[in-house]
């Protein structure tokens, strides 16, 4: 069974800065990030491939930063310049033979 454990959500003021952490008990050729907001549907943050190779939404797009270390079966996400509308349950998802999701973190983003 695969097991993919998410840290680093929480509350930030706009213009604050958080970083995710997920770790999976194994490798994956896709790792990445997703989020929903109350009442909206699940959307791609961004994701990367083992090879390096990035993929993010136009709304985060220079604010934030994935990256993976394939050694520890790790993804990042750095997120800077944090809006209100960032907020909602970040979900990590890892992708190969299989597809699986983490349980998912708070980002809130308030004053």
């Known amino acids: 069974q695969v097991h993919l454990v998410e840290s680093g959500g929480g509350l930030v003021q706009p213009g604050g800065s958080l970083r995710l952490s997920c770790t999976a008990s194994?490798?994956?050729?896709?790792m990445g990030w997703y989020r929903q907001a109350p009442g909206k549907q699940r959307e791609l943050v961004a994701d990367?491939?083992?090879?390096?190779?990035?993929n993010y939404a136009d709304s985060v797009k220079g604010r934030f930063t994935i990256s993976r270390d394939n050694a520890k079966n790790t993804v990042y996400l750095q997120m800077n310049t944090l809006k209100p509308e960032d907020t909602a349950v970040y979900y990590c998802?890892?992708?190969?033979?299989?597809?699986?999701w983490g349980q998912g973190t708070q980002v809130t983003v308030s004053s």
């Open positions: 998802k890892a992708s190969g033979s299989t597809t699986n």
């Open positions: 194994g490798s994956f050729y896709v």
């Open positions: 990367i491939t083992w090879a390096g190779d990035t």
